[in-house]
């Protein structure tokens, strides 16, 4: 089954449209867990393991930014070894991976490889700027999702996503261009940042039912309420809103499990509280 469409089921019978992001910083973690050299490695996966079983219940997708089990020696491997366990452990949650990929064609080859057989991932999160042949090794596979950027959450958003391009601010172009040209499969989704909700209703208006990928509330102060009136579809659903530090780091203690559980389950409620 499709990332869309495992998504659309996972909104339903789940009655949730939160992702939990997994953005693991060691020097974040509690005490029992820290750990120097190859052991860092260790950590990352039993750190996002705990959260990602106690969040599961209360999450439409899990989010593992690719960066922060990178940085580390042995993280890559820690990153498969969670992709593994939440597709064994937690099969009816899809996983995004969150890469931000997107280079020549033949070079995409390789990161498609990289996010859907290394990894596993249901889908990824991919940089549209070089253009449509960047976004085919994505596309073809037809079954994984392929979630563009189009307005970013950060504050510098505005240097380039919102200039004017025949009329028009670039994000809407790369909305109705991945909406009306490149989701010939219904495998896209794009990202629109939180902290930009009067765009979001923009997106949405463009973009028909397709799912929206929402980063930025919780630690980067995005509204939920303006999000989920700006941005959900006619059936309430539609929407993947994320959060990773409001959740990973509820509790900085040994409760961190339970804490996080508690801020999932928090955010669950306020979110389906609009809908
Ligand atoms: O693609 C993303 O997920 C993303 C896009 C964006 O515009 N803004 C954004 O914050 N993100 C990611 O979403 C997560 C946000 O983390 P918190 O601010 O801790 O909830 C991080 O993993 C970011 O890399």
């Known amino acids: 089954m499709g990332f869309v ?6 909104w339903q019978q789940a009655d949730t449209l939160l992702c939990v992001g997994l953005d693991p ?10 750990a120097t050299g190859d052991d860092v ?20 997708a899990f989010k593992p930014q690719i960066a922060y089990f990178a940085a580390h020696n042995g993280g890559e ?29 033949s070079t995409a080859e390789q990161y498609a490889v990289e996010a859907f057989d290394r990894y596993g991932a249901d889908a990824v999160t991919l940089n549209p700027y070089m ?12 079954d994984r999702g392929c979630i563009f950027l189009c307005h970013t959450s950060n504050p510098g958003a505005r240097d380039f996503q919102e200039l004017m391009v025949e009329g028009e601010p670039l994000y809407r172009r790369i909305a109705r ?26 997106i949405r208006g463009i973009v028909g039912d397709m799912p929206l990928l929402i980063p930025g509330v919780g630690a980067q102060g995005g509204d939920v309420e303006a999000v ?38 928090s955010l669950r409620d306020a979110i389906n509280r609009f809908r």
């Not at 910083?25 to 820290?34: G, H, Q």
């Not at 490695?41 to 439409?60: P, V």
């Not at 491997?77 to 064609?105: E, F, M």
């Not at 261009?177 to 923009?202: H, Q, R």
Request: with cysteine.
């Open 131 to 142: 253009g449509r042949d960047s976004a085919v090794p994505f596309l073809q596979r037809f």
């Open 5 to 10: 469409r495992r998504l659309r089921d996972r």
């Open 177 to 202: 261009t991945i909406a009306g040209e490149w989701n010939d499969d219904g495998n896209c989704a794009l990202v629109v940042g939180a902290t930009f909700p009067e765009e979001l209703k923009d």
């Open 228 to 265: 989920v009136r700006n941005g959900r579809n006619a059936d309430g659903t539609g929407l993947m809103i994320n959060s990773s530090r409001g959740i990973l780091y509820a509790s900085p203690g040994a409760g961190y499990a339970e804490a996080a559980a508690d801020a999932a389950r």
């Open 77 to 105: 491997a820690a990153l498969q070894r969670l992709i593994a366990h939440i597709n064994g452990t937690h099969p009816d949650v899809p996983v995004i991976l969150d890469a931000k990929r997107g280079d020549i064609g």
């Open 25 to 34: 910083d060691p020097a974040r973690f509690p005490e029992s867990l820290v």
């Open 41 to 60: 490695a260790d950590s990352l996966f039993a750190f996002c393991r705990d959260i990602a079983d106690a969040t599961a219940e209360f999450a439409c």
